[in-house]
């Protein structure tokens, strides 16, 4: 391949658009080892509890303060701030939400390919990525632990779930959400 600006250099504002991140650099473009994505979360909003199996990750926070839950339940809970890192090791669960009225920007850094598949995937509706996540791409969400974090947190939406939340059958928000991935209560 013949390296050029055009294709070293990704300018503020480009990269692919998906349902749930920005894709700056594929894998595919590095050999395969990671790719390079941008997200935001809006306040309070949470990016739902999950575990990858086949990847590890990184954030970089560019804007803003996310709070972060790594090990599941119990696990360690701690706030990055616009410059901090934090290492997210495959296998480990873990979730981040926003509760500051300032839009939070980051830059994701996942290990091989398949996280960037799923983001891809996100493209045709989040809620059908994340009900093939597990089988597809080695993603488990934990939907139970998504709302205690949210009642815990004074959370009001799940990043990517952009759901009529009123509409949805159930009495209780737990009773709603599992309704939506087919889960009996």
Do not use: C
């Not at 998906?18 to 395969?32: E, Y």
């Not at 632990?145 to 009123?166: C, F, K, N, Q, V």
Request: without cysteine; hydrophobic residues 35%.
């Amino acid at each position: 391949m013949a390296y050029t600006a055009n294709t070293l250099l990704i300018k503020a504002g480009e990269g692919e658009n998906t349902d749930s991140m920005v894709v700056k650099v594929r894998a595919s473009q590095l050999g395969g080892d990671f790719s390079i994505m941008e997200g935001e979360i809006e306040h309070n909003q949470l990016l739902a509890p999950h575990t990858h199996h086949r990847e590890d990750q990184a954030v970089f926070v560019i804007e803003g303060e996310i709070e972060f839950e790594v090990g599941g339940e119990g696990g360690e809970r701690f706030t990055a701030s616009a410059g901090d890192y934090v290492i997210k090791p495959r296998g480990i669960p873990h979730a981040f939400w926003n509760k500051k009225p300032q839009t939070v920007r980051y830059i994701e850094l996942s290990g091989r390919v398949g996280f960037e598949q799923f983001t891809d995937s996100t493209r045709f509706g989040a809620l059908k990525a994340g009900l093939q996540a597990e089988e597809k791409y080695g993603i488990k969400f934990y939907m139970d632990y998504a709302i205690r974090l949210m009642r815990e947190h004074g959370l009001t939406s799940i990043r990517g779930l952009e759901t009529p939340w009123d509409k949805l059958e159930g009495d209780t928000p737990l009773e709603k959400l599992r309704g939506l991935f087919g889960k009996k209560s």
